[in-house]
């Protein structure tokens, strides 16, 4: 803040007019000579995050710019919100102020990872020409996403210092763009009495909202059939890891008093792997529940035809990654040795090049190794697109996971068809920092093969056949979700140097 005068105009770069945010507002008194902010921003929080941190920050943003442009998502949804702004901007087009407002937003969203999903999926479901990039504020209890972008992970200050310090940071942060993923899970109709629909911990997470049953007109839409789609961001995961977060979210949804402190969330989390099990897995759950004996696994080579993926029998958990954070800030994937890069085309995580990365864990201790220098999963694969086919009467549920948010799926025992697909589906525009964690393909600053031996993990710990080559696949069939009641399936050729058209899903947040 030291090249401004005051903290009057160093605020003036975030600050929104009324005019330029609701159409029931007059138009402000032109200014002489009013010069453009350099940061125009909307701020999302969801009060309901960080224990009585929401609320808090909401006053301070509001004490610190426009009280209009500050958003509390337990009072108003995010979509409704952005449809409503960019429509008066559409309106104010031939207001050259309201223009540049339009072309330099962006946006602020304070929450979970959940919250910050939600906000994303809004965004590109809106399909602007100029979509806003994101910035997060860590309120939750894993912040995946901010941690990956440079925001912390510790939830933050709610002071005026603690605010002015955050925006300071996205006046200076870069655009980075990020894959999306679209996930789509069918299943036969139950016979009658049966449901399949998604079971949320007490309340439907964010995750649910965008992970619906499609509508009867869909052409994703099989008849006999239940269709589910949506979408994510950071990870999808099954088994083991989306049991406990079932389960601690079903508990603080209980007792919300007790979960008011992020230290108590994390410390909650290792007790309920504690006692379910999971850290001797081998003698309180049974071999059905494995990755292994629950589906089979399947990703898709370069032509587009599908190929079976070895997945190790003691494997209880498995991760499908697209940003380097997970757990609170842990790095499943690492980086490969170049021996292991040679070998098995495998790379470090880039974020924006199309591919994500398949990660397996044993056991809870085996997620612990996480915290050891140079620590990963059992790396499985790297691939565009990745299915599940659930064996016929394996079990008749699981749990799953998308950015952070649990559920509890329903499975009908006597269907040999049940199938979750993950494909690549477009980028979104985050912000981060110039020192995050996160790494473009793009980017020629970003190594591609680092220096120091002991940057490298020499852990022999994959876990795969002897012989077998899991590749790293480039871009195969992508799937763009039209309009409503419209869905088509471009097929082309696309690499990994590619920079993806953002599609939104046609669902409603």
């Known amino acids: 803040m030291e090249k401004y005068n005051s903290l009057s105009d160093f605020l003036k770069e975030f600050y929104i007019p009324t005019y330029v945010l609701s159409a029931e507002t007059e138009e402000e008194e032109e200014e002489e000579s009013r010069p453009t902010p350099a940061s125009p921003v909307l701020v999302f929080i969801n009060s309901k ?26 009072q108003e949804t995010p979509d409704k919100v952005l449809r409503r702004i960019y429509l008066n901007l559409e309106r104010l087009k031939d207001d050259d102020f309201a223009r540049q407002i339009g072309e330099k937003l962006k946006i602020i969203v304070a929450g979970g990872d959940g919250t910050a999903g939600w906000l994303l999926g809004v965004v590109c479901d809106l399909k602007l020409s100029h979509p806003p990039p994101i910035a997060t504020v860590p309120l939750g209890t894993g912040n995946n996403l901010p941690f990956a972008f440079g925001w912390g992970k510790k939830n933050p200050g709610t002071d005026r210092t603690a605010v002015e310090s955050f925006l300071e940071q996205v006046l200076k942060a ?46 994703l839409n099989k008849e006999g059939c239940h269709t589910f789609r949506g979408g994510f961001w950071n990870y999808f995961s099954l088994g083991m890891d989306a049991q406990i977060s079932y389960a601690f979210h079903s508990e603080r949804k209980l007792h919300p008093e007790k979960f008011k402190n992020q230290l108590v969330n994390q410390s909650t989390y290792v007790k309920l792997g504690c006692t379910q099990g999971w850290f001797c897995a081998s003698l309180f759950h049974p071999a059905s529940r494995n990755i292994a004996q629950l589906a089979k696994v399947k990703i898709a080579t370069r032509n587009g035809q599908w190929q079976d993926l070895h997945i190790p029998h003691s494997i209880r958990s498995i991760v499908c990654l697209n940003l380097p954070s997970f757990s609170g800030g842990l790095n499943p994937w690492g980086t490969p040795n170049p021996r292991k890069q040679r070998d098995r085309g495998l790379t470090p995580p880039f974020v924006d090049d ?42 008749d549920h699981t749990f799953m996971r998308m950015d952070g948010e649990p559920w509890k799926q329903p499975l009908p025992l006597d269907d040999e068809t049940v199938m979750v697909e993950i494909s690549h589906l477009g980028q979104v525009n985050m912000l981060a920092t110039h020192d995050c964690r996160s790494r473009s393909v793009f980017d020629p600053s970003t190594p591609r093969h680092q220096d120091g031996a002991e940057d490298y993990d020499d852990n022999e710990d994959d876990s795969v056949a002897e012989g077998e080559e899991f590749r790293k696949f480039g871009a195969a069939d992508t799937f763009k979700i039209p309009d409503e009641g419209e869905h088509s399936n471009k097929k082309g050729r696309a690499s990994r140097r590619r920079n993806s058209n953002v599609h939104g899903w046609s669902h409603v947040l």
């Open 49 to 74: 995050s960080g224990g009585q941190l929401g609320g808090e920050l909401i006053l301070t943003y509001r004490s610190l710019l426009n009280h209009n442009q500050v958003f509390d998502l337990d």
């Open 174 to 219: 870069k655009v980075m763009k990020i894959d999306n993923w679209h996930i789509l899970m069918r299943m036969k109709t139950p016979k009658e009495g049966g449901s399949c629909d998604p079971v949320a911990p007490l309340e439907l997470p964010h995750s649910l909202h965008a992970f619906h049953r499609v509508s009867p007109t869909d052409e």
């Open 354 to 395: 199309g591919l994500i990365e398949v990660v397996g864990f044993r056991n809870a201790w085996h997620g612990l190794v996480l915290l050891a220098p140079n620590g990963h999963g059992t790396r499985l694969a790297q691939a565009n697109r990745i299915r599940f086919e659930f064996h016929k009467g394996a079990t």
